[in-house]
């Protein structure tokens, strides 16, 4: 049993989840990390490091990695490097107003959230102000890049961000493959397995029970699961 991981539920139905973190959060620090992300070995050395030996409240890392999904839960396996225009070891100007000019008029800083450590008492003590900007990255950082008072950049690269394709939840899909069921637990997988593996990825299955009396269902619902 690993005691590091603690499974905590959403506070309430008008919280967030990053919410919920941070109300359960101990650390002197806190990282926030979408969950298809991956990080590098020495990336929470690294950042925890750089904090301690400056006192920033926000730790930005310039540089990360991206990997493109090329088919749902499939990626390539070459890493594209993304770069801040930002490359250098050091503060951040201490002039608030230059800063947020920096990021989001010349484009030099990413507010992504996977590049970014921030001293827990410095967030929590500004939750009034960021309690609706929690689940928008953009917002947040610059909220937070607003408020520090110290906002220190390392140049390494420490995270690997997940390039998605967009889900069929999110939009509408080109083509909607219907197929009834019925009776044909011994051949449903093989159809349904060959309309999945289509060249042509923009497309939705739509599988209508006829009131089918054998498997046939419990097939259809396992390969949606998998």
């Given at each position: 049993?690993?005691?590091?991981?603690?499974?905590?539920?959403?506070?309430?139905?008008?919280?967030?989840?990053?919410?919920?973190?941070?109300?359960?959060?101990?650390?002197?620090?806190?990282?926030?990390?979408?969950?298809?992300?991956?990080?590098?070995?020495?990336?929470?050395?690294?950042?925890?490091?750089?904090?301690?030996?400056?006192?920033?409240?926000?730790?930005?890392?310039?540089t990360?990695?991206?990997?493109?999904?090329?088919?749902?839960?499939?990626?390539?396996?070459?890493?594209?490097?993304?770069?801040?225009?930002?490359?250098?070891?050091?503060w951040?100007?201490?002039d608030?107003?230059?800063?947020?000019?920096?990021c989001?008029?010349?484009?030099?800083?990413?507010?992504?959230?996977?590049?970014?450590?921030?001293?827990?008492?410095?967030?929590?003590?500004?939750?009034?102000?960021?309690?609706?900007?929690?689940?928008?990255?953009?917002?947040?950082?610059?909220?937070?890049?607003?408020?520090?008072?110290?906002?220190?950049?390392?140049?390494d690269?420490?995270?690997?961000?997940?390039?998605?394709?967009?889900?069929?939840?999110?939009?509408?899909?080109?083509?909607?493959?219907?197929?009834?069921?019925?009776?044909?637990?011994?051949?449903?997988?093989?159809?349904?397995?060959?309309?999945?593996?289509?060249?042509?990825?923009?497309?939705?299955?739509?599988?209508?029970?006829?009131?089918?009396?054998?498997?046939?269902?419990?097939?259809?619902?396992?390969?949606?699961?998998?």
């Amino acid at each position: 049993e690993d005691n590091r991981i603690r499974i905590v539920e959403r506070e309430g139905e008008l919280s967030s989840a990053r919410t919920t973190g941070l109300n359960n959060a101990r650390g002197k620090y806190v990282y926030l990390i979408e969950g298809d992300a991956l990080l590098l070995q020495n990336a929470l050395e690294t950042l925890y490091n750089a904090a301690e030996e400056c006192g920033a409240e926000v730790i930005h890392s310039t540089t990360y990695f991206e990997r493109m999904e090329v088919a749902h839960g499939e990626f390539d396996r070459t890493l594209r490097v993304k770069a801040d225009k930002v490359q250098r070891r050091g503060w951040l100007t201490a002039d608030r107003n230059a800063r947020i000019t920096s990021c989001f008029i010349d484009g030099e800083l990413d507010p992504l959230r996977g590049l970014n450590m921030y001293r827990r008492e410095f967030v929590l003590s500004h939750m009034d102000r960021l309690e609706d900007k929690l689940s928008d990255d953009r917002l947040l950082f610059i909220t937070l890049l607003s408020l520090a008072e110290k906002f220190y950049c390392v140049p390494d690269c420490l995270y690997v961000h997940a390039h998605r394709m967009p889900t069929l939840q999110n939009q509408t899909p080109d083509i909607s493959v219907i197929v009834p069921v019925y009776n044909v637990e011994r051949y449903v997988e093989g159809s349904i397995n060959s309309i999945l593996e289509q060249t042509f990825k923009d497309f939705e299955v739509i599988v209508v029970d006829d009131a089918s009396p054998d498997r046939s269902i419990d097939i259809c619902e396992q390969l949606a699961r998998s």
